[in-house]
């Protein structure tokens, strides 16, 4: 077995649970943390609640390597995502000199909203901010990130050096087309029983009027064992006299 590093996504905010803002940031952060061997585990939402916020923190960075969260970070009232961090991690969360600097450099005396984008937990150190706006911060294996999507993947420039990485995953799909779930299930059972190590997955699509089939996706860490599952899952197919099956690269 190859060292698994795993993270979890937190995304606070109560636009995101009244469905007034999609979230697109998972997604995002996702397919970046793959690139580094980081396997995204869990995500969570939760909304502007302190106590909320706190539980679900504490509660994911001792299950997972990493911990991002987003959203929260901003001046007005409800942004209490800093403060809250270092409430779940027993500290307080003075401001920042280097973001007051900035801060001030924009504004002049910044007013008590833009001050509440200074506050960082003690001990935490800062994640730069190329868009525009305050940086986010790393405190332990939690990292806060803003909540507007380009900023927040301009942050994760600054993340991802900071990570222990993993093995890349990597994938390839066995699509079949012409024949349904029910018939691919046993053959896929059966190889995803021969390879506890590998993530196989299908994924039934359908195109009216009469295109229809299941994308089967084979992801490991392992190169040479994704191939090797792919091509039993093909034989296995054949012998069950399937036709319509292509590899296709992912």
């Known amino acids: 077995m190859v060292d698994r590093v ?12 009244s469905g007034r803002t999609q979230d697109v940031n998972l997604n995002a952060i996702a397919k970046y943390l793959a690139t580094y061997g980081v396997d995204l585990a869990e995500a969570r939402v ?14 994911l960075r001792t299950k997972y390597d990493y911990v991002i969260t987003t959203g929260g970070i901003g001046p007005t009232h409800d942004d209490i995502t800093a403060d809250s961090v270092a409430k779940a991690f027993g500290v307080t969360a003075p401001e920042h000199p280097e973001i007051m600097a900035l801060l001030r450099e924009r504004w002049g005396e910044p007013n008590a909203a833009r001050r509440r984008m200074a506050h960082v937990p003690e001990g935490g150190t800062l994640v730069k901010n190329p868009v525009q706006g305050p940086p986010g911060f790393q405190k332990e294996n939690v990292f806060v990130l803003a909540g507007v999507p380009a900023i927040m993947r301009g942050m994760l420039d600054d993340v991802g050096p900071r990570l222990r990485t993993g093995a890349v995953v990597v994938a390839t799909t066995v699509r079949v087309t ?8 046993a053959p896929l059972e059966a190889v995803a029983k021969a390879h506890p190590d590998l993530s196989i997955g299908s994924y039934p699509f359908f ?3 009469d295109v229809y089939g299941a994308s089967l996706v084979i992801r490991g860490r392992d ?8 091509v039993e899952l093909e034989k296995t197919l054949a012998d069950l006299g399937v ?7 992912a």
Not at 6 to 17: F, H, N
Not at 46 to 59: G, R
Not at 223 to 230: K, L, N, S, T
């Open 6 to 17: 795993t993270a979890a996504v937190l995304i606070i905010g109560d636009e995101i649970l």
């Open 46 to 59: 939760v909304p502007d609640i302190e106590q909320e916020i706190v539980e679900a923190v504490n509660a």
């Open 178 to 185: 012409g024949t349904g779930e029910g018939t691919i299930a």
């Open 207 to 209: 195109a009216p009027p």
């Open 223 to 230: 190169p040479a064992e994704v191939e090797a599952a792919a």
């Open 243 to 249: 036709t319509g099956v292509e590899r296709l690269e």
